[in-house]
């Protein structure tokens, strides 16, 4: 058993130093049947110890947890859930760590953090749900699947709406996180089309940034990444 767990908490008597403190007979049964003979006449020391605990936080999510609290919620079907979990890790959410642990990723929490900024039931599973069991309904013909879909529209217009106005709160977020392109690459070769050097983003991915344009250019992954002859960007 949990024996920590089934610890009794009691407010402690006062003690002296040096203090003499008798056993009775009562605690010597106990303590017997603990496999500990003390004399119920004898007298010892009591001995006090300070216990230090910590607090832990929950280990992070297993696939089956996941896929069970998925579950729990009415998210998905047995098709498309493995289809979302897939999606999350590909898009740098998540990470797969030993276990089978998904372990959030700086970019994932970034986003979580700031879409509860704004309006958090983008991320609970309330209105994904909501949705999964009006189409449900549909499927069975207890709903009409132009009233639902006109008021899903509605709902996700409304969200669309307070997130561009409030939008501003994630890029606070993203610029205390992340830094900006233009602060990490180093000139590298200069751009066929607008002259500008181009920034040398070793990533990972690799990727060259025009901070002019805006525009990122995926580089192949591994190897030497070098400059063509003149200086001038390959691509263009």
């Known amino acids: 058993g949990n024996d920590l767990e089934d610890e009794e908490e ?11 403190i008798p056993f009775s007979a009562a605690s010597a049964s ?4 603990n496999g500990v003979s003390i004399a119920p006449s004898a007298a010892t020391y009591a001995s006090l110890d300070v216990k230090e605990k910590m607090t832990t936080p929950p280990s992070y999510l297993t696939e089956s947890e996941l896929i069970g609290k998925m579950e729990a919620y009415g998210i998905g079907t047995d098709a498309s859930i493995a289809t979302h979990i897939e999606n999350i890790q590909k898009r740098n959410y ?9 372990v959030p990723s700086k970019l994932g929490l970034v986003l979580a953090n700031g879409y509860h900024l704004i309006d958090s039931s983008l991320v609970l599973p309330q209105v994904r749900a909501d949705i999964e069991d009006q189409c449900n309904k549909i499927a069975k013909g207890l709903a009409d699947k132009d009233a639902v879909l006109k008021k899903a ?10 997130f561009v106005a409030n939008v501003s709160k994630m890029d ?19 751009c ?10 070793v ?8 901070k002019w344009t805006e525009e990122v250019f995926p580089l192949p992954a591994g190897g030497i990444i070098k400059q063509a002859t003149g200086q001038k960007c390959p691509l263009c």
């Open 203 to 210: 990533g990972p991915p690799p990727r060259l940034y025009n």
């Open 94 to 102: 998540v990470e797969l760590a030993s276990g089978r642990k998904l």
């Open 10 to 20: 009691k407010a402690l008597p006062k003690f002296n130093v040096g203090e003499l």
């Open 30 to 33: 106990s303590s017997a049947a």
């Open 192 to 201: 066929g089309k607008t002259r500008r050097y181009l920034s040398y983003i």
């Open 172 to 190: 606070v977020l993203f610029g205390c996180s992340f830094a900006r392109l233009q602060d990490v690459g180093l000139p590298f070769t200069r």
């Open 153 to 162: 529209i509605g709902i996700f217009a409304d969200k669309f709406a307070n």
